[in-house]
């Protein structure tokens, strides 16, 4: 199985912050990645698919890159309705895995 | 618009089988490239995937519960059922379905089972 390990595990930071979230894979997984932003109490949502694609109706505030075994996911001005657990994911290959997840809340 | 919604009991006893539906509309699994998978999440913890129908009726399970798992799909219903063997507490967390075109893009509620006696 492939590994994704994500940093940092949390993180406090301030309403209009940027935010920044690493995930690596343990094998090259090109650019199969996805980021999913889970709220307390609801089902996943994708953001990001293709490691920088944007999906339909998602704010442009949220971004994606990377490639290989490095990918980093960007939150460009918090929210307050971005505080949530965010999960990478990889589809390369069965099966398919997720990340451990990365809690964002305010300060 | 896609939806889907799993149902199924909220409470199973250790050694029993666990049966899920997921409901679906707004797409067909008879439709090239679609796929059907379940993912679940113990409480407080990360997402953990189970397995993957697509509209070929090709299976995928994971390899820890493949001996435990099957899913399958009736396309006139709209649904597709997972069976799990053998519950254990261990597997208590909220079940979801999800609809796959390479990720999961649409996700039903999810339900949460408990294992328990």
């Known amino acids: 199985d492939i590994l994704l390990t994500q940093s940092p595990s949390s993180l406090s930071v301030s309403v209009g912050d940027s935010v920044t979230i690493t995930c690596q894979a343990s094998?090259?997984?090109?650019?199969?990645v996805t980021w999913y932003q889970q709220k307390s109490g609801e089902a996943p949502r994708l953001l990001i698919y293709?490691?920088?694609s944007l999906e339909t109706g998602v704010p442009s505030r949220f971004s994606g890159r990377g490639s290989g075994t490095d990918f980093i996911f960007t939150i460009a001005s918090l929210q307050p309705e971005d505080v949530a657990t965010y999960y990478c994911?990889?589809?390369?290959?069965?099966?398919?895995?997720f990340g451990p997840g990365t809690t964002v809340d305010l300060k | 618009q896609i939806t889907l919604k799993e149902s199924g009991p909220t409470l199973v006893k250790p050694t029993q089988t666990l049966t899920l539906t997921c409901t679906f509309s707004?797409?067909?699994?008879?439709?090239?490239?679609?796929?059907v998978g379940w993912i679940r999440q113990p409480p407080g913890k990360a997402l953990e995937w189970l397995a993957l129908?697509?509209?070929?009726?090709?299976?995928r399970y994971s390899p820890s519960l493949r001996s435990r798992l099957t899913i399958t799909k009736d396309t006139a219903k709209n649904q597709v059922v997972l069976k799990m063997t053998n519950m254990d507490p261990v597997d208590t967390g909220r079940y979801y379905c999800?609809?796959?075109?390479?990720?999961?893009?649409?996700w039903g509620q999810g339900t949460l089972v408990t294992v328990s006696s």
């Open positions: 999800a609809h796959e075109t390479g990720w999961y893009g649409h």
């Open positions: 707004g797409f067909s699994l008879s439709t090239s490239g679609v796929g």
């Open positions: 129908i697509y509209w070929d009726d090709d299976k």
């Open positions: 094998h090259d997984i090109f650019h199969y």
């Open positions: 293709d490691a920088s």
């Open positions: 994911q990889q589809y390369d290959n069965f099966p398919t895995t």
